[in-house]
């Protein structure tokens, strides 16, 4: 069975710093992009953060920029996003997402994690 299971949110001070970590099981995660999303109350999901299936692409949402990092280790199967200087509008649950893209499209989400920025 597919899973995607997020750890590490949990409530920081504004200018904190948290990593958190998916942990991918059940597909061959090598052959995905995986990324990181967020919804805070009221608002869409948004996309924060993602990284190649290879790894060796990444982008950010420009509120992030600077400030967040996605990473890989295909060895573990985990993805993390270490997230520096956070700020209260970082609040929100995040969630991770596998996608791969080819003659079918495969998309696997986690359960989400809950980050709090708050003083």
């Known amino acids: 069975q597919v899973q995607l299971v997020e750890s590490g949110g949990g409530l920081v001070q504004p200018g904190g710093s948290l990593r958190l970590s998916c942990a991918a099981s059940?597909?061959?995660?090598?052959?995905?992009?995986m990324s990181w999303y967020r919804q805070a109350p009221g608002k869409e999901r948004e996309l924060v953060a993602g990284?190649?299936?290879?790894?060796?692409?990444?982008n950010y949402a420009d509120s992030v920029k600077g400030r967040f990092t996605i990473s890989r280790d295909s060895a573990k199967n985990v993805v993390y996003l270490q997230m520096n200087n956070l700020k209260p509008e970082d609040t929100a649950v995040y969630y991770c997402?596998?996608?791969?893209?080819?003659?079918?499209?495969?998309?696997?989400w986690g359960q989400g994690t809950q980050v709090t920025v708050s003083s």
């Open positions: 059940a597909f061959i995660f090598s052959n995905f992009a």
């Open positions: 997402n596998a996608l791969h893209s080819g003659i079918l499209t495969i998309d696997y």
């Open positions: 990284s190649t299936s290879a790894g060796g692409s990444t």
